[in-house]
């Protein structure tokens, strides 16, 4: 399993799980750090309230090869890598290159989204690629994978294989395409100056005064809603979040802040309470310095997906 920094996984999960984490890159001012690895999210806050300049970009593709190798290197015959949604960054084009040079499957997967909705999709796959060896029947075990994924229970009582790397990318897929964000900043100016975001909508918030509720479709950033105030807008965002979870069997929850874990702790254990027994996991993380490179000071985002 290879995913990158957006992912937001601590390097406990990520060690825990076999995941290799590729950086995405930070430019400061012209000097170029690697997410995670030497800057974080209090350091790139810092260098924007001096009025630095910052940028992002995607790993080179010889930064996913050397990942790869690394994985065939240990014994891996297929690997999974799983990305940023390919409407907000070159990361999984650079993940695709890389994979035509290694001589094992690569399996690359656009989440279509970004932090923990892609986090999660990440640990799914990493927990079926490990799936419990005791023998079922294939209809129940297809029944519990996430997203209804079938593909290595052959027969009716078939003798249990290890998922293959199409499967495994395939659950993958199936959380990512489950997940659901929303979130708050404390400007649009960041977003739009980084062309994630139209003017028109960017002036929502400058002009009117409005504090819009974005969500991420389809590799793009829209509004969902408009509410009047920041207290009234993280109600909703709370609201959209217990709605959402009410509507599935079981779901996992992450709350994202930047610099404010008391808050989003509050608001995950909010989640957790309304969510009653449909939420199996509720956490809280620091969003990363490329999302917080993004979106600016006062990002709070919930992330709800399919457990």
Avoid: N
């Amino acid at each position: 399993m290879v995913t990158d920094s957006t992912a937001t996984l601590t390097p406990a999960d990520a060690a825990a799980w076999g995941v290799e984490v590729v950086p995405l890159d930070v430019v400061v001012d012209g000097e170029r750090h690697a997410e995670g690895v030497d800057l974080g999210p209090a350091e790139l806050l810092a260098a924007l309230g001096r009025g630095a300049r910052v940028t992002t970009s995607q790993p080179p593709p010889a930064a996913f090869a050397a990942a790869y190798e690394r994985a065939v290197a240990a014994g891996a015959r297929e690997i999974v890598s799983v990305h940023l949604a390919g409407g907000l960054s070159g990361t999984v084009q650079a993940a695709r290159v890389a994979a035509a040079t290694v001589p094992v499957p690569v399996h690359v997967v656009d989440s279509g989204t970004a932090g923990m909705a892609l986090g999660f999709a990440v640990l799914a796959a990493a927990r079926a690629a490990r799936s419990p060896s005791a023998t079922e029947p294939s209809a129940a075990r297809g029944a519990r994978v996430a997203g209804g994924v079938r593909g290595w229970w052959q027969g009716r009582f078939a003798r249990p294989t290890t998922p293959g790397g199409a499967e495994v990318a395939d659950v993958a897929r199936a959380v990512a395409a489950s997940s659901r964000v929303w979130f708050l900043v404390d400007s649009l100016d960041h977003l739009r100056r980084g062309g994630r975001l139209g003017a028109t909508a960017a002036a929502l918030g400058t002009v009117l005064g409005l504090r819009p509720i974005l969500t991420v479709r389809d590799g793009s950033v829209v509004v969902v809603e408009k509410v009047r105030t920041r207290r009234a807008a993280r109600d909703r965002l709370e609201a959209l979040a217990v709605a959402d979870v009410a509507r599935r069997t079981s779901a996992r929850v992450a709350v994202h802040h930047l610099q404010q874990p008391e808050l989003a702790g509050a608001v995950a254990e909010q989640v957790r309470v309304w969510g009653a027994q449909r939420v199996v996991d509720a956490v809280t993380c620091d969003a990363g310095a490329v999302i917080a490179a993004h979106v600016g000071p006062g990002l709070l985002a919930i992330v709800v997906a399919d457990a």
